[in-house]
């Protein structure tokens, strides 16, 4: 029936249209032609209360346009009767129709969310905008018992709290105008079957919501805590050297196809976040230097998605996820070994060239040999200093390093949801 009812009133209304622009129709066609419109109308007037929103407004659309009107000069006298009879009765569906268009507007429930299996592995909110005198309706089953919150999200209140429920069937006479939540805590992952409705006291347009997670503090409305990092450079440019070859470094006392960068770590940093581009050319690129800019830009889309800090058998991490959005461009014919070291000793051994690196004590893990332009991470475990080691076992060509170092402290952030209307 509800798909009738709008295609009805897409019908007459294409009609109506059609005749402007037709031939003139006799008096006999246009009574015969309202009549079935205005029969139409009344039998789907009684339906309405189980149509969607949608096919009411067709209808009111469709009852919104009809008139009639007839010249007596063309009729015989009991044609005249029939058709101010006819006059009267759209005059009188008219008005019937908007008195039951509007009744059935205030009655008619909108849904909100309405799912029997949805799965819910965290807190979730279901938002709706709502007027003066409007009814919400929410009926809610979990699995396990778990905690239903209503908010006034505008006013920052929470007006109902049920805890520890498996049921929860209730509804709430809006008194302000607003946005208004219906908060969600499983406790634990389960199914939960969801219904959110609510009815209009007066008609009003249906305004969408929007939401935006924010930055916020400790104790702000529905704040939620994360665990985030703080990332702070180790330099205040990148830094850039040479590494001589071979042939030159043996020859030339100035040249070396050594370096050696140390990291101070701060108390608290976990971590060390690099970026190393490594050239045949000496030219700078526009993109040295950025690496502190870039890492940060990428931290904040998503720094509110909960993903773990460290790798996990279940992904890639934060740390990679920031990574993988950085990675310097590769040139194929540029590489170098890098080598790191925890140990003062065994980097002073290294930088002064009395021992090779193959004969100290590097970390084999975070370490590469023949490793092209990349970036990485390496855990401080503690230290207070890493260092960086370059070398250029190239006979005949140089290679150009460019480093940039951040390092990574964990930190509690706070975020919460922000909702707007437009």
């Not at 830009?297 to 460290?310: D, E, N």
């Amino acid at each position: 029936m509800c798909t009738r009812i709008l295609c009805y009133a897409i019908v007459l209304l294409a009609v109506s249209c059609g005749q402007n622009g037709s031939k003139k129709l006799s008096e006999v066609d246009k009574y015969n032609d309202m009549l079935a419109r205005v029969q139409m109308l009344e039998r789907n007037m009684q339906a309405l209360s189980s149509t969607s929103m949608e096919e009411i407004v067709a209808y009111a659309n469709a009852v919104d346009t009809l008139y009639y009107d007839y010249n007596p000069m063309e009729l015989k006298p009991e044609q005249v009767e029939a058709c101010e009879a006819l006059k009267k009765r759209v005059e009188i569906l008219k008005r019937d129709a908007g008195v039951k268009v509007q009744e059935v507007q205030r009655n008619f429930r909108y849904s909100v969310h309405s799912n029997n299996d949805n799965l819910l592995e965290g807190t979730s909110a279901y938002p709706v905008y709502l007027e003066r005198g409007d009814v919400l309706y929410y009926n809610i089953g979990l699995q396990y018992p778990g905690t239903v919150k209503l908010y006034n999200a505008d006013a920052r209140q929470t007006l109902k709290t049920y805890a520890q429920k498996t049921k929860v069937v209730d509804s709430l006479v809006v008194a302000n105008k607003g946005i208004y939540l219906v908060e969600i805590v499983p406790g634990k992952t389960q199914y939960a079957s969801i219904d959110i409705q609510f009815r209009m006291g007066e008609y009003h347009p249906v305004k969408t919501v929007y939401s935006e997670e924010i930055a916020c503090k400790a104790g702000d409305f529905r704040a939620v805590s994360n665990k985030g990092i703080v990332m702070k450079q180790a330099f205040d440019n990148a830094r850039k050297f040479t590494l001589s070859s071979q042939l030159k470094s043996t020859f030339t006392t100035a040249a070396k196809s050594i370096a050696l960068v140390p990291v101070q770590i701060p108390v608290g940093a976990t971590e060390i976040l690099y970026n190393l581009r490594i050239s045949t050319s000496e030219q700078d690129k526009s993109s040295d230097g950025k690496f502190p800019d870039k890492m940060n830009l990428s931290y904040k889309k998503v720094r509110f998605l909960g993903l773990p800090l460290y790798e996990s058998s279940r992904g890639s991490g934060l740390f990679s996820t920031l990574l993988d959005d950085n990675r310097p461009l590769r040139e194929e014919d540029a590489y170098c070994n890098m080598y790191v070291f925890r140990n003062q000793w065994a980097a002073k051994q290294f930088q002064d060239g009395s021992k090779q690196a193959s004969q100290l004590q590097y970390d084999v893990e975070y370490s590469t040999l023949g490793t092209q332009s990349c970036n990485g991470r390496i855990p401080t475990k503690g230290a207070r200093t890493i260092y960086l080691a370059f070398e250029n076992e190239r006979v005949r060509y140089s290679n150009y390093i460019w480093v940039e170092v951040l390092t990574a402290t964990p930190t509690t952030e706070y975020h919460t949801t922000k909702y707007t209307v437009y």
